[in-house]
């Protein structure tokens, strides 16, 4: 069950026959599928498809299967992503004054429950300096102003070229990357302390407060241009009543983002998240 | 634990002694707490407080009671309500065509979930009108149209007069009622199909379906002049996926609304809900 | 997208190129595949697979196909189940005393959200034919003692095999079906009131209350002969304090029951459910 | 907002009055009363009140209130706890080979969400040696084996007296404690991984799996002679599916099990938690 799977992710027009054709694909190599999903998004006129096959016994060497993959993208007219599960990517953190999310994350890396790498932690601020250094994941404080603002960005993508970093989890980085930014780095998943498209921007807690909400919530999501009206991935939410002070929301919150977070990287690391549209399908 | 009780609402500024006073106040005749319930709203300096006792052997008559908590709120310089447990409220249920709501309402009133009856029904529309016959319950039809609108809510205001209405509960009643409308009665209860205030006013599934979140809501809520934005009672949410589509949201939806309204009518009617500032205190 | 669809579920043995064998067979036929899920059980060694088409357009006329998949089930040492998505399931719903999943269940196959009929109503007591007559659902009553239940248990399947039942939906049934009873009828699935394996047997919300629980739970099964160990299909919880008694478990449960028990029979009714080694797939 | 508070929990049989006597009690000091919670058991006939008031502006010495209520207590023939908010609890945290309550529980104490001191961490491996170290919490490994139990026991009673020990928390501590162990130390908390009662004793997540359950749980309880029959502070839940191996169900059960413990202590550290009759009344 452990043992390494090849994961095919594709997005294609829809057509007569995707499925029998994929599958007939992985079988005539001998591959034996251990999950397959498929959506078709009828609207949009798309058809959406993972794949995961055990590497042993597939008669194609590993390193032949991405250009029979692109062949069979091709063919079909759509895009395709391939991935090894023994791949362990490598993830870059930012944060700038708050360590749940981060603790969590470190946590969720070292025990294996997130298939990824930490080479560092970037933050805007140096209070989180210590909480890294004590698991020993190097850290690197990149301080933003509205003065600053393109070197800085321009350092951090050094950061990241550097460290070759393919994601990048805004675990509470309280920073707006610019459309810049993300023309060079675009692999991105932050999470928001709201329930998105609730209480976008700044203060989502004071604001769910001065509402009166009995829920609140946290939503992952890819990020793009667009400020928190990316992709949404995960969301979870918390009860809260009357008695609840601003305070009180904030630190329900934490638990509601943690999660929200983790959730969301390890279907992204597991390649179960698929983008289209603006929306993504999750093959949970 | 069935016999009757008094429920005793009260808001006043905040000041050292007030449990003392209001509680000594039940003990001086002899009141059998059952609840007590308070909450102090720091940033406003408001205290709210709901108490309920046994009626039996409480040393005021019945009728005496409101004059002095009459006397006891003036001299807190506060606000209060009185409702006896066996006071069956007259509701109004006004729908227009999705029968789930009014008939969720109409068995919950009947089981005794909801200490209410329902001496009327009113529709824009004639749709429902046999499920309403079905369990005897009184349906009128007023259409509304831009043309006919100030008479028709004047018409409705005479049915509500006519019928001692107490509370109005819109389920799922897709009208708009006018700031003059409120002005003649405003003590409504409505559900919105969506987590507010995310997707406030029309088609809040499909605008979720197009966001791609991963969880819907309901919310009730008091009726203010503001649309969707009067003081939240319950809110309830449901899961999706990219599997549903705009109609699963809306069947998905349907559950969520119809507990979301059912307990904010629950609430409100056993007095555990107290407005103020524009937000709910829910003693439950 | 409402158009008729093909729907076959097929348990077998796991080996290499199985969803491509199935997929192909569909492609052949050019059948348009709108849904394609499949499960491996390594443990158990087997594969289970739900496929739904279009009928429109499919090379196969409607009454040839049901031997094709015969065929095509012995080659794969399995076992098919085929299903047309415009049949209307025949169910007949067995209740006590209690209305509130009765009353659901009718409103959800009258709105169209559950695919089926209910030709009759069996209870062993009189107390809701009144609601089955408001909503013209014949309803039979078998009263059940321990000196007569061989006799009322076979007037009971006379009733099932006379009105063509395909499912039997327990919606607070309180009697037990013997073992004889189900080897004439075992398409049966049952709301228990607690969250099993918590609470079997009787009383489940006494005993939950006894013993202090925080959240309560309903359970939809399919039934067998070991009392409430059947394959569990849906579970929902509520949560509860200490200041609900009793009766206010029962209150707060039968929500969570029919909630539980109407999203089990679209799973079922929809054949999204798989039950194999005493457990369900359930492709959702 | 932030200020001292004194805690008051109150237990006694009920008869009239005692609101008013409490309130009135803390009022004559001038007492500003931030929360009052009562509940009343009627089946049990007891009364349950927890108040909270001020600390600056008290008319008794902090040293003399304790005196004060044990008279109060003696007059109601009740019995009171009192605690100042600005004691912070010196909690012990016993466990095995898992980090992730652990973990959970320093980082939260650091980050003064749960108001405790853990003046050392008890386990009978040697495991999580290296994360107590990382955040500076003393550890100390005492191997419990069927042979030594008596000895281990006392030496590990021995180190909670040591460290002044008020409360245990076993945060996924595989062993079970002997009632003579108890008799010595009974102010414990335990997380167990299921949904009790519901798989009581060893190997929860393989039963749930087992048994094909939707849902799993966690439950916080208090630690009785009776295995797993303490009384429930805190109960959670996660959704699980036929696609979720034995290692998925204790992969999603430890955010379960982390949120129930962190909650469950933090209830019990803030006075939230009343026990009685082999149940908890939590004032959230």
């Known amino acids: 069950m452990s043992s390494r799977t090849v ?3 594709l997005i294609c027009p829809d057509r007569l026959g995707l499925v029998s ?5 992985v079988a005539q190599y ?6 397959a999903d498929h959506h078709t998004d009828f609207a949009a006129g798309l058809f959406l498809s993972r794949i ?14 991405a250009g029979s993959v692109h062949q069979l993208a091709e063919r079909l007219d759509g895009q395709a992503q391939l991935n090894f599960s023994d791949e362990v990517s490598r993830v870059a953190i930012f ?12 946590w969720r890396a070292r025990s294996g429950e997130l298939p990824m790498k930490i080479p560092l932690v970037i933050s805007n601020h140096m209070d989180l300096e210590s909480i890294c250094l004590d698991f020993g994941v190097p850290f690197h404080c990149v301080p933003v102003s509205s003065v600053n603002k393109v070197d800085a960005e321009k350092k951090i993508i050094e950061l990241l070229l550097d460290n070759q970093i393919e994601l990048v989890a ?10 810049d930014f993300l023309k ?12 998105l498209p609730a209480f976008k921007g700044a203060q989502p807690y004071q604001r769910a407060w001065d ?11 890819y990020v793009t241009e667009d400020l928190d009206d990316g992709p949404i991935i995960e969301q979870t939410i918390a009860h809260v009543s009357h008695r609840d002070e601003v305070d009180d929301l904030i630190r329900k919150g934490r638990d509601t983002e943690r999660i929200a977070l983790a959730r969301a990287l390890r279907l992204h690391l597991r390649r179960q998240v698929m983008v289209y549209s603006g929306r993504t399908a999750v093959f949970a």
């Open 7 to 9: 994961i095919l992710q």
């Open 21 to 25: 054709e994929l599958a007939g694909w």
């Open 30 to 35: 001998g591959g034996n599928i251990r999950h």
């Open 52 to 65: 995961e096959w055990d590497l042993e016994g597939f008669g194609l060497e590993r390193e032949l299967i």
């Open 95 to 106: 944060v700038s004054k708050q360590s749940h999310c981060l603790l969590d994350l470190i």
């Open 170 to 179: 805004l675990a509470k980085y309280m920073q707006i990357l610019s459309g």
């Open 184 to 195: 060079h780095f675009a692999n991105i998943i932050n999470i928001h302390h709201s329930f």
């Open 211 to 221: 509402r009166g909400v009995k829920l609140i919530g946290a939503t992952a999501h």
